[in-house]
Every structure is written in C-alpha cells, then in structure tokens.
C-alpha cells in the first residue's frame, strides 16, 4: 500500500501510478486478505458481493455494481464479425480494435459466471455459456490442451491468426480452471508458481508480475467450490507461499521469483500483491 496514493488529496481513487488495470487487482486481492484474514481492509466488486464485504450506507451495493459492468460490457457484444465476442478496445480509431482477445471475453465470462452462481438469474448463466461455446469456436481457446491464446484478429465469420503476437499469443501466461493439469505441467518449476517465459530472464512486465497472485487466490476459490481438487492444489499453494516469502524478507518489497531461495533484486506493486495473495490463500487450510 506503501505506492497506492489514491486516498490523499487530488489523486484518483483506485488508480495506482504507472499502471491501467492493476489497482483494481490490488483491491480484489486485498477483499481476498479480508476475508481470510478477518483484517479490516479493502474493495472489486464482485468479490466483495461473494465475500460479504461490509456495505456502505447510501452508497451502491457490491452486487449492482458488478451488475453494471456486466450490462457494460454485454452491450459491446458484437456479431459482425468472426461470430461473436468483444472487441479488445471500443473505438475504432484504437489500435486494438481490430482484435478479439481473451482477456476481454475471459473476464466476461467469469463476471457472468459469478453472478449467475450468485444470483441463481438465467439470464447470467446463459451469457456464460454463450462466451464460452464462442471462444471455444475461435484461436483464444484450444479445448484440446486447455490453454489460451491472447488475441486473435477478425474474419468476416471465423478469427484467424493474430499478426500481433506469435502464433496466437502462445507465450504462456498463468491461467487456471478446474482442468489443472496444464497448469501443474507449464507454471510449477521446482515445487512454486513461476511465470516461466519471463522470469527466468528476468523480462517479465508490470501485467506479469501480478498474473501469480491472480493464479493463487482463483485456485483457491477453485479448491473450495470443487472440493476434490484441494488434496492437489492446496500443497501447491503452501509451497508456493514459502517460496514467495523468501522473496520478500527483511521488509523490503518482494522478488518475483518464488522458486529462487534468495531475493532476486526485482521490486513491483504487484509482485508485492502477487505475494500477498498466495499468503492469504495458504489460511483455506485453516
């Protein structure tokens, strides 16, 4: 929290300096932290929903506002092209316009996913298979493997291959389901989380250094909705924890890489975040 200004005066709630998204990573994770911990802190929306976060008087609910970005993004739903999906960016003078990528979508589908088990509405659910049934038309998901590509550009009725990242996007990012056996196989190196084609050269970016966090507290949640999988993920999660705290000794901001014994010189807010995640995910054993 220590880089996080948004609460002083003149700056911008949630916003973190030098980042896009990942403030509202920080949030959710620390929602995560709450719930586990019962530490007074936090807020994401649908997480907060699903964890009970304490509500604010006169303020909206966690729930409608996870709502209103799901009616968002529904709107930006678009058929003519390649049969479906959300478009990257939402402007067509925006360089990512021309592609369809998993983020986009993925992050639709999980949102409409959650509400639908939240909610028990229909509606949310049938969003959810839709995404899906889509991506699993197109090169964002390979249901052969269980892996997914970062973008794909736009056909008249079919995705094609993307010019803008190497064959699909197939450099490996960390990613999770219930189907975890391609997780276990590309993003443990010796007993820990790793984010394999960066760290070990030590390019992985801002985005990357967060990707751990989001991996740990998700299988997890994993581990508690589907019970059967816990006996596999939760010795994962504690090792991973361990070696992520010998990134971060003696009170300085934590290394990225967990399955190194000493601290490897890197320092982000979300390496920091990505740490405190797996450490509040090893308390589900408890």
Known sequence: MSQYHGNETGQI????????WEGAAMFMTLIQYWYWTGDILGPAAMTAAELNFAEKEDQ???????????????????ETRCGGGMRWQIWPFQ???ITKNAISNGGLFQLAARLGRYTENETYIRW???IWDWSATTPLLKSDNWTIADTTTLGLRT??????????????????????ATTW??????????????????????????????????????????????????????????????????????????NEGDWDGSATMESDTSALSVYSSSMVAF
């Not at 709630?13 to 896009?20: A, L, T």
């Not at 094609?160 to 699909?168: D, K, Q």
């Open 13 to 20: 709630p949630g916003k973190v300096p030098e980042s896009w």
């Open 60 to 78: 909206p609910l966690w729930l409608s506002l996870a709502q209103g970005v799901f009616d968002a993004q529904v709107s930006r739903w678009d």
């Open 95 to 97: 360089g990512g316009y």
């Open 128 to 130: 959810a298979e839709k």
């Open 159 to 180: 995705c094609t291959t993307s010019p803008m990242v190497p064959r699909n996007g197939e450099l490996q990012s960390t990613a999770y389901s219930q189907q975890h």
């Open 185 to 258: 196989r590309t993003f443990i190196a010796e007993d820990a989380m790793s984010e394999v084609w960066c760290e070990q050269t030590m390019s992985c970016d801002r985005n990357r250094d967060m990707f751990k966090g989001f991996l740990s507290s998700w299988l997890t949640f994993t581990a508690t909705i589907a019970p059967y999988t816990a006996s596999d993920i939760i010795p994962k999660i504690h090792r991973s924890a361990i070696g992520a705290a010998r990134q971060c000794l003696g009170g300085r901001s934590c290394g990225r890489q967990w």
